[in-house]
């Protein structure tokens, strides 16, 4: 479901596998209204990784300081079950009941998750100006903001912004950690492991979407997805509905259609359909495809070929 809905999204995909593709980093930072939080692992490897050694921390109002939860602290969360090769982990704000100050998460929200946070203090209660930072044991294999940032200590700092100074104070423009969606660049292939210096620049690493959308999470593209190669991205493609939980998808595209295929991510060609030459419609039948992320690559005359990412929920 990544990342707008009724989106096209060309993937654009590396010959070989990227040196950096072999660690866990955050994919989707959700900071919604109330306690409508969320966020979204991404697992750039070929293999399925255990979260049973993962960390999630939070670093209130961008501290320098963190408490491990095996030592009693609450700041924290420890990641469980299985993420898929080229798969995500979506961890949300695990709150259910509560008032005007302190609402439940989304039913809605929760229901796209793979894991609950715990009660306040947990991780998923962000609002802005705290860093995220994900661990593998005591390694850190990224950081979502700037830990030990004085600019967000004072009240009135409600998080990073798109320009200098990007601490949010006047001038500086748009807070984009709060009351956004955001999403991680296809090209980003590894996590952040050393502190910003001397800021956290937003737009680096980082695109926005408007407040409370969900449609991402679920799946995430990018650049470290070696299952199709020589794709030109030539000829405009639209797939619709997209995410999709009908028993179908449409292919539009601007030129004749020679002929469409549909990947899972691990490379395996699961759909192929032929077009008569003269078509630029095909409608592909999905009712046999598990609930997941597929690449969509669509073939034209003269060798052009363009991928489209699908997502069946």
């Excluded at 096209?8 to 209204?33: H, K, R, W």
């Excluded at 995410?243 to 899972?264: D, G, K, Q, R």
Aim: proline content about 4%; some cysteine.
């Amino acid at each position: 479901m990544k990342k707008l809905l009724l989106s096209v999204f060309a993937l654009t995909v590396c010959s070989a596998v990227n040196a950096q593709c072999n660690e866990l980093f955050i994919s989707e930072y959700v900071e919604g209204g109330g306690n409508d939080k969320a966020i979204e692992i991404y697992n750039p490897t070929s293999n399925p990784i255990n979260l049973a050694n993962y960390i999630v921390a939070r670093f209130g109002n961008g501290s320098s300081t963190w408490v491990n939860s095996s030592t009693g602290g609450i700041d924290t969360t420890h990641l469980r079950g299985m993420i898929p090769a080229h798969g995500v982990w979506v961890l949300a704000n695990g709150q259910t009941t509560g008032g005007t100050s302190s609402p439940a998460c989304s039913p809605v929200l929760q229901a796209l998750a793979n894991q609950l946070d715990h009660a306040y203090t947990a991780p998923t209660y962000m609002n802005g100006n705290d860093a995220i930072v994900l661990f593998n044991g005591a390694t850190i294999i990224d950081i979502f903001g700037k830990t030990g940032d004085a600019a967000m200590t004072p009240s009135t700092a409600n998080g990073w912004s798109q320009n200098s100074p990007y601490d949010g104070s006047p001038g500086s423009g748009v807070v984009w950690t709060q009351d956004h969606t955001l999403f991680r660049h296809s090209n980003v292939t590894q996590g952040v492991t050393v502190n910003p210096s001397p800021e956290f620049i937003v737009t680096t690493e980082w695109d926005s979407l408007a407040k409370n959308t969900w449609t991402g999470l679920g799946s995430h593209t990018c650049n470290c997805f070696t299952g199709i190669k020589e794709i030109d991205n030539a000829v405009s493609v639209l797939v619709y509905p997209n995410p999709s939980n009908l028993e179908y998808v449409n292919v539009s595209t601007s030129e004749a259609i020679i002929s469409v295929h549909v990947f899972n991510t691990i490379g395996q060609e699961v759909i192929v359909k032929e077009g008569n030459k003269i078509e630029k419609t095909m409608t592909l039948e999905t009712t046999k495809l598990p609930k997941g992320v597929y690449i969509v690559k669509v073939l034209f005359d003269k060798g052009k070929s363009t991928v489209v990412k699908l997502s069946i929920q």
